[in-house]
């Protein structure tokens, strides 16, 4: 029975999506994290957006410590010292960061894993009403409280994100994992203090003067991956840097966050949080890491990581600033 109801209101979608201009131009404000609309029937309902159901190089995944492949070849992550000003939204789905378009001095990504420069053009926060919730990746099966992705677009060979999300290397997908901690990070908290000027969907509030080199966590190890875009149109033309140490967010600072809502001020609907796509499949990817290994003695040679590179999320300590992660 609820999968006659289920397949009934997805008809009920489809048929208005193809047959009224207007939703089916408003489609990018209907997708959602839940229900009818949410993850699983992103490439059902708009044909453009295919690979959210089909593809076979999606993203978020969950890395696992033991599969990653040290890499000796892995440059250090450049980004450029420049501060930006732009606009943070509250789409309905998620909190995003968007640069002024007219900005003079644009931030570039460049190193790593990436053959080419990045130009620096959004940020998403992904993040739980409750603390075992939030993140889109996981860390040997760790949740954490949020996520921020920072994404930019190959400026050398494209002239814009909307050109370069469908072309080979387009985007560069920056992922740091947020904490609960006591020592909140300081260019963090020039975006949540924002936060109760973006409580509704439709909302947004101008941001100034962001460092995203300051706010990326003190550290130059990292895990990187061939991926996607995790919000639709699901693109997989992503280069993600997942950082090896994360950045703290303040108690407050998250409840704050969580009084978000999805929907107006006349009708709040849910909580904005829970922002997260599934799990996809890694389909036989390779998961390179610039962090060393050590030879074990044995007759085998097996690689494997120091004690102290060795990713177990549970394990450091979220008050203290210098804990290292992994540990």
Request: charged share 20%; glycine share 8%.
């Amino acid at each position: 029975m609820q999968r006659v109801l289920l397949g009934a209101a997805l008809a009920f979608v489809l048929a208005a999506v193809l047959f009224v201009p207007e939703i089916r131009a408003s489609w990018e404000e209907w997708w959602t994290y839940d229900g009818i609309s949410g993850p699983g029937f992103w490439g059902l309902i708009n044909p453009q957006w295919p690979l959210c159901t089909k593809g076979h190089r999606q993203s978020p995944i969950n890395v696992e410590p033991e599969k990653l492949l040290y890499d000796p070849y892995l440059r250090p992550l450049h980004v450029d010292k420049h501060k930006v000003s732009g606009s943070l939204h509250n789409t309905g789905q998620t909190l995003v960061f968007r640069v002024d378009k007219d900005t003079k001095h644009h931030v570039n990504i460049s190193g790593g894993p990436l053959a080419y420069r990045y130009q620096f053009e959004e940020i998403y926060i992904h993040y739980g009403t409750e603390n075992s919730l939030g993140s889109e990746h996981r860390i040997h099966g760790y949740t954490f409280p949020g996520e921020i992705q920072l994404y930019g677009f190959n400026a050398e060979l494209y002239h814009n994100m909307s050109e370069a999300q469908h072309k080979s290397q387009g985007i560069v997908g920056i992922s740091l994992m947020v904490q609960i901690g006591n020592t909140p990070n300081p260019e963090l908290r020039i975006i949540t203090s924002t936060f109760n000027q973006v409580l509704y969907k439709g909302t947004s509030t101008p941001i100034r003067h962001l460092s995203l080199r300051s706010l990326l966590p003190d550290t130059e190890q990292y895990m990187t991956y061939e991926g996607s875009t995790t919000h639709p149109g699901c693109w997989e033309t992503t280069v993600w840097i997942i950082l090896n140490k994360p950045i703290y967010i303040t108690k407050q600072e998250l409840y704050a966050l969580r009084k978000l809502n999805q929907g107006s001020a006349e009708m709040p609907k849910a909580p904005l949080g829970n922002n997260a796509r599934p799990l996809q499949p890694l389909h036989h990817r390779t998961v390179r890491t610039n962090i060393k290994f050590r030879w074990q003695e044995s007759a085998k040679k097996c690689p494997s990581m120091h004690r102290e590179m060795y990713y177990k999320a549970n394990t450091w300590n979220p008050n203290d600033p210098d804990s290292p992660y992994p540990v």
